[in-house]
């Protein structure tokens, strides 16, 4: 069950998770009830709204002191990767569109504390000047369009994580004290 696991983190001194949503599920089913099957080790998850349930993860991590990091980890939810923060029917727009939704609903919850922009852009993406491709200037419209969120922002590199070089160049225009910079960098393993 949901408590099991998160009993254990509290157990081991975990403090923080990292909660990877999609765009997708924000955008077109984070009110529909998941397959039963993905919840039936959780009787108190049954027959709640996607939504919901992550609504009861952020309140059963408050109660033990674990913080949550909201990750947009993919557009759609069947896709293992993406290029860059809009694709198909995903828009520049609908990607902040989907992180206003999200901000709006947790900014003010005692579990809540930052946001991981996206997971991994690469190939096209870069540290630039081109709105079509510049990852800087997307984490600078979103925090333009989010005026009240004074909460941490996670920016990952580009090329699937790791490479944070171009923004020596092309630094993000947002208060600096509120920018964690998180390569995705693994070892040999």
Known sequence: SMSWYLDFLRANQFNAIRL?????????????????????????????????????????????????LLDMHRLNCDAQSHKLWYQGEYTPQTFIDAWQKLITRYAHHPAFFGVDVLNEPRESANFGTDPATSFNLLIDSLDKALPDYKGLVLVEGISWGHDLSGLQSYPLKMDPSRVIYSPHVYGPS
Do not use: N, Y
């Open 20 to 68: 990877p949503v999609s765009e997708e599920f924000v955008i077109h089913s984070m009110d529909s009830i998941p397959d039963q099957g993905k919840v039936a080790a959780d009787d108190s998850l049954k027959g709640k709204t996607g939504i919901q349930i992550i609504d009861a993860v952020f309140d059963e991590c408050a109660k033990r002191g674990i913080f949550i």
